[in-house]
């Protein structure tokens, strides 16, 4: 006695279609130059300026939006830990995605801009910074201890 193989049912190979075509379109719908900062958080290029967007995640708060500024300054930017980050835009909806927390940053070259209120715990007001590594020293407070002396 064989065994007989049957095709796939019509359901199946609609379903595993439907599977790969909605994988594509979220690899399509993140940005090609997306960073990810060591909190998980996404951080994007804003297009056509000096800016860049910190994705939020269910529960984020200011430190974690802080940290992944800081990473994606050093890491993806290769500024040292003493150049300023700026918010440019409080926590509103992404101009980059469509998700409904983000925070849009910038380098500061002047180091103009002053200190966030409540040792950056503010998210609220645009316009205030602190240097790269003061940022990143929330990223030790929510993951331990990380190397933020250049």
């Not at 300054?73 to 909806?93: D, F, K």
């Amino acid at each position: 006695m064989g065994v007989v193989m049957h095709p796939l049912p019509q359901f199946s190979r609609l379903s595993l279609g439907l599977s790969l075509g909605l994988l594509a379109a979220m690899v399509l719908a993140q940005p090609a130059s997306a960073f990810t900062a060591i909190n998980h958080h996404r951080v994007n290029p804003v297009a056509g300026t000096a800016q860049f967007e910190v994705i939020g995640r269910p529960g984020s708060g200011p430190l974690e939006y802080w940290c992944a500024a800081a990473e994606y300054a050093r890491l993806e930017l290769g500024q040292p830990t003493r150049a300023q980050v700026m918010m440019v835009s409080p926590r509103g909806p992404s101009v980059t995605s469509g998700y409904r927390s983000a925070v849009v940053f910038q380098l500061d070259p002047a180091g103009t801009a002053p200190p966030s209120p409540g040792a950056g715990y503010s998210l609220k007001q645009a316009g205030y910074g602190m240097t790269i590594g003061t940022a990143g020293t929330f990223c030790d407070n929510l993951l331990g201890e990380r190397d933020w002396v250049d």
